[in-house]
């Protein structure tokens, strides 16, 4: 009589720990490969180019020749340069005309093309146009509205019977026209921002206050503008950052001036670093822009917790 004993060992047992582990391992593989591609282009296009200013600015470097460390000499340079304090005041004048007429502007037409409109949708498309419109093609009908013997000029001497001020040839109006000219340009986002926002408002709260007595205007301040805050800091936070970086709009119409009187931070960058060749001076003054809209944004985020109400 044979026995047979069977031989073959039981496979052991996978804690509920290890296939976790297991999982997550496979989970953090696969997100590194999707995530692959976005994170190279962020490193090419973005991390190293900031590295690689931040080197330039240390440095004395021409586009052709040897180049000689100076360490912090380039932003010594641009502390004591008349010019560069010029720059950076026009870049503060610029954001503080821009950003609240954009702002005021963008919220007031989204409270105003509200679901009671007729054409509302077309009201949105039309307002959205120039944003979609090249800035170049925006900058020439300006630059030709502006000028002597353009539309404002001829209206000018239509309705008062003298000619309109030459725009963008005074060192008093050359900052504000381009500032009337972003606004049109730009307000067409931040509308369809508050646009939706305002949409989002639940109609029973507004009901409430209606039935208590409030007013539109008092619907509107105490009801609805509290509860689009967040898209409010939202738009003011992007505005903000994207004013800082205005170049298009003086380059285009005025060069920076006349003198220097509409040249702003990145048009400075572009003139040192293209024009003149002075590369080290320009990552420098990039490198400047670079903190002062960092430290804006901070101050930012650090006081909407005071105005901003979530949820």
Not at 172 to 184: D, P, Q
Not at 269 to 297: Q, S
Request: contains cysteine; aromatic residues 12%.
């Amino acid at each position: 009589m044979s026995i047979s004993i069977d031989t073959t060992a039981p496979a052991p047992e996978v804690s509920p720990g290890a296939h976790r582990r297991t999982r997550l391992r496979d989970d953090r593989r696969h997100a590194l490969i999707f995530l692959g591609p976005s994170l190279l282009g962020l490193a090419l296009f973005t991390l190293f180019p900031t590295v690689m200013a931040l080197v330039m600015s240390l440095f004395n470097w021409p586009v052709f020749g040897d180049r000689t460390f100076r360490g912090l000499d380039n932003y010594a340079r641009l502390v004591g340069d008349p010019i560069f304090r010029q720059v950076v005041l026009n870049t503060c004048l610029f954001v503080v005309l821009y950003v609240p007429l954009n702002v005021v502007v963008s919220l007031g037409l989204a409270a105003w093309v509200s679901p009671k409109i007729k054409g509302r949708q077309g009201f949105r498309i039309l307002f959205f146009i120039p944003v979609l419109t090249p800035v170049v093609a925006n900058a020439m009908v300006w630059r030709l509205m502006y000028q002597p013997g353009g539309l404002l000029d001829s209206v000018s001497q239509t309705v008062v019977g003298s000619p309109a001020p030459s725009f963008l040839a005074s060192s008093s109006t050359a900052m504000l026209a381009i500032v009337v000219m972003s606004v049109w340009q730009g307000f067409g986002y931040n509308f369809l921002v508050f646009s939706a926002a305002i949409d989002q408002v639940p109609l029973e709260q507004l009901e409430a206050a209606a039935i208590d007595g409030a007013s539109g205007r008092q619907r509107f301040w105490h009801v609805t503008l509290p509860l689009i805050t967040p898209s409010i800091f939202f738009a003011i936070t992007l505005t903000l950052i994207t004013s800082f970086q205005v170049f298009a709009q003086p380059f285009l119409l005025t060069k920076g001036g006349p003198g220097n009187a509409t040249q702003t931070l990145v048009l400075f960058v572009y003139n040192e670093g293209w024009r003149f060749l002075h590369m080290g001076l320009a990552a420098a003054a990039g490198w400047v822009l670079f903190v002062i809209v960092m430290g804006i944004t901070a101050i930012q985020f650090l006081g909407q917790k005071r105005w901003v109400h979530y949820g």
